[in-house]
């Protein structure tokens, strides 16, 4: 890995380093200091737009190139709003975009455009962008192996029998195109990323829902409330990559645009077809560069050219509509098997979320039911206070400065407290009584 990191990184040029030693050593005219650190190319080249762009073939060779945004639209035909998805300075969605001659991928790290030649990515020192182009290059190579004996095991079955020849001939690899398996990549690449991070976010959060159970802290809750931050943010980028994975099959279009390697032989056979006709024609002495008068021109010809072109274009379509729907269903499995992928990461993060529901659900019962309590106890408490108050009262009442036979009695003041006493039970019982005919306190 820190080889091909190496080998990917931009050399430095001679003339920016011959720049800064000269801006050094030499003083200024004016006589002030010059200024150090300064990479006057860096700055012009930042100021053209020039980005570092890491190519792989269709053989698994790397090239770092560096290429401006007006060069790069030139080269795969995309209008500018494309390459500004893959611009890292801005957060844009997952996106998979299907153009004529390119598809655009934006897939958390992964953010490149794939042609029918080559792969184009963003030079990049994170670890998931050079583990795409490793891989990249080994399943290349896999590939090329594997065709290269499909194709000898295929010329040893036609020597040994010729009835089958049509069928060998006929019969596709079960490779797929170069496009297909650079995205295959990305959306391997992309799946194992956020299934990893779903891992590791289940993995820290079921030990701290359970511990938040078994204590409830101030401290416990923060990181429960940032774990389920997290939790939502990843599980909005997941099902952003659902969502565009389940588009692209739902929509036969957009899987057909796809198809650029096909797309690309079947220009070159339109093109060859042209030029064959041309060559026709110059046989038989018409001329190409020049133009030909309606007048002198025989009809029966021009009848021939324009019935022999809408055959041509009528097979065409025909054929390019019938290999579209058979290859078709290619893509639609490649997408699937990764849809299935990204679904059970969907999934997994959904069942962690209703975890933390039923976990917030418990803590809200305990809670409720503490208060409960508590209001129970002030019920309790406020009644016996009530009871208490009745004694207040009949002191106040006997505390008066007034004169009568009953203070002379020896036994009186035992009997006050005694009534008063009994008084206060039967008030605080009949309290009781009412609190639980009302459901107001548990039985």
Same mark, same amino acid.
């Given at each position: 890995?820190?080889?091909?990191?190496e080998?990917?990184?931009?050399?430095?040029?001679?003339?920016?380093?011959?720049?800064?030693d000269?801006?050094?050593?030499?003083?200024?005219?004016?006589?002030?200091?010059?200024?150090?650190?300064? #990479?006057?190319?860096?700055?012009?080249?930042?100021?053209q737009?020039l980005?570092?762009?890491?190519?792989?073939?269709?053989?698994?060779?790397?090239?770092?190139?560096?290429? #401006?945004?007006?060069? /790069? /639209?030139?080269?795969?035909?995309l209008?500018?709003?494309?390459?500004?998805?893959? #611009?890292?300075?801005?957060?844009?969605?997952?996106?998979?975009?299907?153009?004529?001659?390119?598809?655009?991928?934006?897939?958390?790290?992964?953010?490149?455009?794939?042609?029918?030649?080559?792969?184009?990515?963003?030079?990049s020192?994170?670890n998931?962008?050079?583990?795409?182009?490793?891989?990249l290059?080994?399943?290349?190579?896999?590939?090329?192996?594997?065709?290269?004996?499909?194709?000898?095991?295929?010329?040893l079955s036609?020597?040994?029998?010729?009835?089958?020849?049509?069928?060998?001939?006929?019969?596709?690899?079960?490779?797929?195109?170069?496009?297909?398996?650079?995205?295959? =990549?990305?959306?391997?690449?992309?799946?194992?990323?956020?299934?990893?991070?779903?891992?590791?976010?289940?993995?820290?959060?079921?030990?701290?829902?359970?511990?938040?159970?078994?204590?409830?802290s101030?401290?416990?809750?923060?990181?429960?409330?940032?774990l389920?931050?997290?939790?939502?943010a990843?599980?909005?980028?997941?099902?952003?990559? !659902? #969502?565009?994975?389940?588009?692209?099959?739902? &929509?036969?279009? &957009?899987?057909?645009?796809?198809?650029?390697?096909?797309k690309?032989?079947?220009?070159?056979?339109?093109?060859?077809?042209?030029?064959? =006709? /041309?060559?026709?024609?110059?046989n038989?002495?018409?001329?190409?560069?020049?133009?030909?008068?309606?007048v002198?021109?025989p009809? &029966?010809?021009?009848?021939?050219?324009?019935?022999?072109?809408?055959?041509?274009?009528?097979?065409?379509?025909?054929?390019?509509?019938?290999?579209?729907?058979?290859? =078709?269903?290619?893509?639609?499995?490649?997408?699937?098997?990764?849809?299935?992928?990204?679904?059970?990461?969907?999934?997994?993060?959904?069942?962690?979320?209703?975890?933390?529901?039923?976990?917030?659900?418990?803590?809200?019962?305990?809670? &409720?039911?503490?208060?409960?309590q508590?209001?129970?106890f002030?019920?309790?408490?406020?009644?016996?206070?009530?009871?208490?108050?009745?004694f207040?009262v009949?002191a106040?009442?006997?505390?008066m400065?007034?004169?009568?036979?009953?203070?002379?009695?020896?036994?009186?003041?035992?009997w006050?407290?005694?009534?008063?006493?009994?008084c206060?039970?039967?008030?605080?019982?009949?309290?009781?009584?009412?609190?639980?005919? !009302?459901?107001?306190?548990?039985?």
């Amino acid at each position: 890995m820190s080889e091909l990191k190496e080998r990917l990184l931009p050399p430095r040029p001679a003339s920016a380093m011959n720049l800064r030693d000269t801006a050094v050593s030499r003083p200024s005219a004016s006589g002030r200091a010059p200024l150090l650190g300064v #990479d006057v190319l860096g700055l012009k080249k930042r100021g053209q737009g020039l980005r570092s762009w890491i190519r792989v073939d269709t053989s698994g060779n790397t090239q770092v190139m560096e290429v #401006d945004k007006f060069t /790069m /639209m030139r080269r795969c035909d995309l209008p500018a709003r494309d390459l500004r998805l893959l #611009d890292p300075l801005f957060v844009y969605p997952s996106t998979i975009l299907g153009r004529e001659k390119a598809i655009v991928v934006n897939l958390e790290q992964i953010r490149c455009i794939i042609t029918a030649d080559e792969v184009l990515l963003l030079n990049s020192l994170d670890n998931y962008v050079l583990r795409y182009v490793v891989e990249l290059q080994q399943r290349l190579k896999t590939s090329a192996v594997g065709e290269l004996w499909q194709e000898e095991n295929s010329q040893l079955s036609r020597r040994r029998s010729r009835s089958f020849d049509n069928a060998f001939e006929n019969s596709s690899p079960d490779y797929l195109p170069f496009e297909f398996r650079a995205l295959e =990549i990305a959306l391997e690449a992309a799946c194992t990323f956020l299934d990893s991070q779903a891992s590791e976010l289940e993995i820290e959060a079921y030990p701290l829902l359970d511990e938040l159970t078994s204590k409830i802290s101030t401290l416990n809750l923060e990181r429960v409330r940032r774990l389920k931050s997290r939790l939502v943010a990843l599980t909005r980028r997941v099902q952003k990559v !659902r #969502d565009e994975i389940e588009q692209l099959m739902d &929509d036969d279009g &957009d899987m057909a645009e796809m198809y650029l390697t096909e797309k690309k032989k079947r220009m070159e056979g339109s093109l060859y077809g042209d030029q064959s =006709i /041309m060559g026709y024609r110059s046989n038989d002495g018409l001329s190409v560069s020049a133009p030909v008068s309606p007048v002198s021109s025989p009809p &029966d010809s021009r009848r021939l050219d324009k019935s022999l072109s809408i055959a041509r274009s009528r097979h065409d379509s025909a054929r390019s509509s019938e290999g579209v729907q058979e290859n =078709i269903e290619e893509l639609e499995m490649l997408l699937e098997a990764y849809f299935v992928v990204i679904d059970s990461t969907l999934n997994k993060l959904t069942s962690l979320k209703e975890y933390i529901d039923d976990t917030e659900d418990f803590i809200n019962i305990q809670l &409720d039911n503490v208060r409960n309590q508590l209001i129970q106890f002030e019920l309790l408490l406020t009644t016996a206070t009530f009871v208490v108050a009745i004694f207040g009262v009949v002191a106040g009442i006997f505390g008066m400065n007034f004169e009568i036979d009953f203070f002379n009695q020896p036994g009186a003041f035992r009997w006050v407290l005694i009534i008063t006493g009994v008084c206060g039970f039967v008030i605080f019982s009949a309290f009781v009584w009412f609190f639980k005919y !009302r459901r107001l306190m548990p039985l």
